[in-house]
């Protein structure tokens, strides 16, 4: 049997564990928490302050390996699968927010100020898009603003895109200078 596997990536609290759950629903593919992959299998190393790292080489091999044993569709989520095998992934799919958005749901979340701050910023600056279309290629990496979506939407929006019908081209949404504009 074929295999098509697509990773869902986006800064925390774009929406992915949401959108990855519905998609893998109307795809009737299978869904796999790199979270709970990277934990299964130990991928990372205890820094001496209790903080884990992910070994993102470890993390790609180990991924390389148990792609070998998945077929049909498989939706893989978590903020790191942009980072999976060039090889082995068949779309990227960036999920994005607008920074206000994203920071009022990351506050409800309890973060505490400086994580919110750093996450919203790096929604800004599209750190997580960059590093996909740099480990993929921009044909691969699919970019979706759910910011006025819902998840139910943002799905339906990505399967367009799987028929051919729409594009979704990185480079769409452009917060850097209203998120940065220095007051003077
Ligand atoms: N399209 C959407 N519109 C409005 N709210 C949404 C949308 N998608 C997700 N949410 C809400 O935003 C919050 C974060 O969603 P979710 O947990 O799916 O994000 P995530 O990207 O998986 O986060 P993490 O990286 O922490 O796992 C949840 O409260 C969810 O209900
Ligand atoms: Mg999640």
Redesign the pocket.
Known sequence: MGRLIIAVS?T????????SKKLAEKLQARLLSL?DFIEENKIYTLDPDGTKSVDIQKLRKCFAKKARDLSGTVVV???LAHLLPKKIVDHVVV?RTHPKVLEL?LR?RNYADAKVRENVDAEALDVILWEAVEAHGVDKVHEID?TN???EE?VNQFLLVMEGKVVARPGKVDWLEEHFKIVE
Not at 12 to 19: A, C, D, W
Request: aromatic share 4%.
């Open positions: 986006g925390p609290g774009t929406g992915k564990s949401e959108f979270n989520e978590g903020i999920l749901r409800r759910t979506l819902s998840p943002a």
